[in-house]
């Protein structure tokens, strides 16, 4: 067997040790490995009577060895431990597979990466065992670091409780979030809704109007929505100024513009982001998305779905690397006469079409209710939640029951 064969089977080896949520499946897992091991060296070489009580014992010290992992408790002190062990199995593993031709300087044998360059065969052997264990090490995330990484991300009001139920508690930064609906459904109230709870609550808003819809007036009536009655009219003014101040607004009237900002934003001062003294973004708002994409998409426009692509790439990673929330509004269009209406007796569809399904973590469905003033909102992608209902006032989103 080729030595570099014997790298990747080393690295998968130590993957398969330092990923620790997987533990409970360790020993299975030991003994596949082992049988792998066992079945490769007969592959190779005809083994006699006493090869295999050799492969044996080796099999019930990898297990042995697993229920050691399995065993450890999640502290520095045990996953220094598991480092050693793995070490000494991925040294086990180059001495079974590459015999002396690994021990010794290049040149002799099947000697290849490992054996080249080396002067002492045991220090190089050790080395690079060391080498990659550390780079697997450092790409490897266990589910205890992913719950960890999630509850760093804060979930922040919309200013509408029925729709924070519906997204599981608000807005969640790191995720994409797109409303979908017909004109009219309340897509832009939500939106300047959602920009004045971040910004009343001390997060950067970066609000990119699209159609001339942002207004400031909306903005400081769902601010005043957040106090109550008898609150002091000077700390609201003095609050409803900071608020104001945290709302940057950008006009885009074509896609190239909104690439050129989005661009802008995911190279823009981290240092801010690290600086106690200046507000993160919070919240990228984009209302409406669809318009800017959907004339695009057209049999004139060959590169529309590329730049749709592009758009959906930068949206997300924007998202993640800033550990911001990214909402955005898409409009409906119909679906054709002979299309079937949906499960709310529509034929409509959102603009941006199927190929956009997956950006959004989520999609949220507004309608309207005929002859009542009242709206309903739904989850049409991402994580299943009873339908809400809720009515635009003059300075707040009103929550009401499902009938």
Not at 200 to 227: C, E, I, N, W
Not at 278 to 302: E, F, N, Q, R, Y
Request: charged content about 25%.
């Amino acid at each position: 067997m080729r030595c570099d064969e014997c790298v990747m089977m080393m690295m998968m080896m130590m993957m398969m040790t330092t990923t620790t949520f997987v533990r409970s499946f360790a020993l299975v897992r030991a003994r596949s490995t082992s049988r792998g091991l066992v079945s490769s060296r007969l592959s190779t070489m005809e083994c006699d009577d006493d090869d295999d009580d050799d492969d044996r014992a080796g099999e019930r010290a990898v297990e042995r060895e697993c229920e050691e992992d399995a065993r450890e408790d999640e502290d520095e002190e045990g996953r220094r431990r598991r480092g050693e062990r793995a070490l000494r199995r991925a040294l086990g593993t180059v001495e079974t597979l590459c015999g002396e031709g690994c021990s010794e300087s290049g040149g002799r044998g099947n000697a290849g990466t490992l054996g080249r360059g080396g002067g002492g065969g045991g220090g190089g052997r050790r080395a690079a065992a060391e080498e990659l264990y550390a780079e697997t090490c450092a790409n490897a995330v266990n589910g205890t670091e992913i719950e960890r990484q999630l509850s760093l991300l804060e979930i922040l009001p919309t200013g509408c409780d029925s729709i924070d139920e519906l997204l599981g508690g608000g807005l969640r930064q790191g995720q994409v979030i797109e409303f979908a609906g017909p004109s009219a459904s309340g897509k832009t109230q939500l939106c300047l809704s959602a920009a004045a709870s971040f910004a009343a609550l001390g997060h950067r808003v970066v609000y990119v109007d699209t159609t001339g819809g942002f207004s400031a007036m909306r903005v400081k009536q769902f601010h005043r929505g957040f106090f109550t009655e008898d609150a002091d009219k000077t700390e609201v003014a003095q609050h409803l100024k900071q608020t104001l101040n945290l709302i940057a607004v950008h006009s885009c009237h074509d896609v190239f513009s909104l690439l050129h900002l989005l661009s802008q934003l995911g190279e823009e001062a981290s240092e801010d982001d690290n600086n106690p003294e200046h507000a993160t973004m919070g919240l990228l708002v984009i209302d409406s998305l669809s318009s800017l994409l959907s004339p695009l998409l057209t049999k004139a426009h060959h590169q529309g779905y590329t730049i749709m692509a592009t758009v959906a790439a930068m949206l997300r990673g924007l998202a993640a690397t800033r550990k911001t929330a990214a909402l955005y509004t898409n409009h409906t269009v119909s679906a054709g006469q002979d299309s079937l209406a949906d499960d709310h007796g529509s034929n409509l569809k959102p603009a941006l079409g199927t190929r956009w399904t997956s950006v959004p973590h989520r999609r949220i469905r507004l309608d309207k209710i005929p002859g009542t003033g009242w709206h309903s909102a739904s989850v049409a992608y991402g994580v299943t939640a009873k339908p809400a209902k809720y009515r635009v006032r003059s300075n707040n989103i009103h929550s009401g029951p499902i009938a």
